[in-house]
């Protein structure tokens, strides 16, 4: 009977969770939770503050952030990249502090000619420090539709998401020496560029500026983070129910998802860092020695 009780405690603080998710997630409006930093006039924001749209044309991109900073949670956007000939074309979506030890948790979509996959390319900085790429295509096409993207980072770990489903894991490894993401906080960002220098075939295949412009969209943002003000470092890492990215649930992936994660790298990851000696001079990331989640 106690543990059938404490299991009932336990689903009642899971659905509280999931209620109080909901609650954070409903919130959204662009134009009192973010701001145009670059290219105004290539941002469209209609239905009431719920929709957005980014345009790259051959005289500007557009780049947004967010009007609070954040430290730990989640933010979410859905996203329908620029369809067609996109080659050349960077759609980003990341999270970053700022100053030249800064923080940084990125989503990066490489635009490709028309039937060729992007590529989802993923990377992360800890003061100041990156060179943590990983690369993956994507298993449905990303024009077609909305995709949820989702950068979860806690205490303990940042995951990159899909539709749910993790892609990758950056664990707290500071018992090791290896700096995390935890002091700093950070805004959220997204932008539309010019990489064509880089980003198709390595800068091979550059822009065709007759299928201008080039246009993300956006829907369905949620914020579900721990607003930063000066000083709320401990307030926003303080294991209590209010900070519900701090529960256990959130602390390591489940074993589902352990195995989501690992049918994503061995099916659709074209290139991780950590297998990259060469690039590294025969060595890697003291990271990639530590278990993987």
Known sequence: MANFRALLLVVAGLVLLVAKERTMAADFNFYR???????????????????????????????????????????????????????????????????????????????????????????????GLGNREVQFYPWFDPTAAFHNYTIHWNPSQVVWFIDGIPIRVFRNYQQNGIAFPNQQAMRAYSSIW?????????????????NAPFTARYQQVNLRACPYWQGSTAQCSASTPANWWTSPAYSKLSYAQQGQLMWVRSTYMIYDYCQDKK???????PECSLPLY
């Open 33 to 127: 939770d973010m701001s145009c930093y670059w290219g105004p006039q290539n941002l469209a924001v209609w239905n009431n503050g719920q929709n957005f749209a980014l345009s790259l044309n051959n005289i500007s991109g557009c780049g947004i952030q967010s009007s609070n900073q954040f430290l730990f949670g989640s933010i979410e956007m859905q996203i329908k990249l620029v369809p067609g000939n996109s080659a050349g074309t960077v759609t980003t979506y990341y999270m970053s502090s700022t100053g030249d030890k800064h923080d940084e948790i990125d989503f990066e979509f490489l635009g490709n000619v028309s039937g060729q996959p992007y590529i989802i390319h993923t990377n992360i900085y800890t003061q």
């Open 194 to 210: 010019n990489g064509d220098g880089w980003a198709t075939r390595g800068g091979l295949v550059k822009i065709d500026w007759k």
């Open 279 to 285: 690039r590294f001079n025969g060595k890697t990331a």
